[in-house]
T-cell receptor, first 110, second 112 residues
Framework: SQKIEQNSEALNIQEGKTATLTCNYT??????LQWYRQDPGRGPVFLLL?????KEKRKERLKVTFDTTLKQSLFHITASQPADSATYLC?????????FGAGTRLTVKP | EADIYQTPRYLVIGTGKKITLECSQT?????MYWYQQDPGMELHLIHY???????EKGDLSSESTVSRIRTEHFPLTLESARPSHTSQYLC???????????FGPGTRLTVT
């Protein structure tokens, strides 16, 4: 069956460090993968999209990698700030709809 | 900020009542979606639409129904609410050639 797994339910890091979140998937052949940020009580907000033929994508302090052989995407936040604290979701396109992972809750401590 | 709106934001209702959750977007997107999300859990797709008069059920079995009479409007209806329907309901849209989804703020439903 198709699965999307995101590493650990929660990740705690110190301000200024790099946060690395993992998204692994099985039984998918996604054309692209997306990352979203979700704050408590709010809907997810789109951050980045990376296509299957792209190895890496950057946007300001964010970096996403996509390894279709390992079936894995890594999401990095460099120079993390307390304001980066949120839940981060990865999402895969599956035929005509998107499937979301359960998310990783990131807490950046000052 | 995405131009997609949901009302009400919070709703507490008794068992057996009929309710409609509203979702509207002003971006002219043809694709719209309803997700159900319990606290700390993943989003589950319950309904989607690719345009006017098009509606499909998602992965998660749901006792709700939807309609798409106008492009901008995608309401979700529960004919008889039950405590098991207590959850957060998120509406989203996609269009304009883009692949990302824009989410509304959600409706937190509690059925007593």
């Amino acid at each position: 069956s198709q699965k999307i797994e995101q590493n650990s339910e929660a990740l705690n890091i110190q301000e200024g460090k790099t946060a690395t979140l993992t998204c692994n998937y099985t039984n998918y052949s996604p054309a692209y993968l997306q990352w979203y940020r979700q704050d408590p009580g709010r809907g997810p907000v789109f951050l980045l999209l990376i296509r299957e033929n792209e190895k890496e994508k950057r946007k300001e302090r964010l970096k996403v990698t996509f390894d279709t052989t390992l079936k894995q995407s890594l999401f990095h936040i460099t120079a993390s700030q307390p304001a980066d604290s949120a839940t981060y979701l990865c999402a895969l396109r599956n035929n005509n709809d998107m499937r979301f992972g359960a998310g990783t809750r990131l807490t950046v401590k000052p | 900020e995405a131009d997609i709106y949901q009302t009400p934001r919070y709703l507490v209702i008794g068992t057996g009542k009929k309710i409609t959750l509203e979702c509207s977007q002003t971006m002219g997107h043809d694709k719209m979606y309803w997700y159900q999300q319990d606290p700390g859990m993943e989003l589950h797709l319950i309904h989607y639409s690719y345009g006017v008069n098009s509606t499909e059920k998602g992965d998660l079995s749901s006792e709700s129904t939807v309609s798409r009479i106008r492009t901008e409007h995608f309401p979700l209806t529960l004919e008889s609410a039950r405590p098991s329907h207590t959850s957060q309901y998120l509406c989203a849209s996609r269009g304009g050639g883009g692949n990302e989804q824009y989410f509304g703020p959600g409706t937190r439903l509690t059925v007593t």
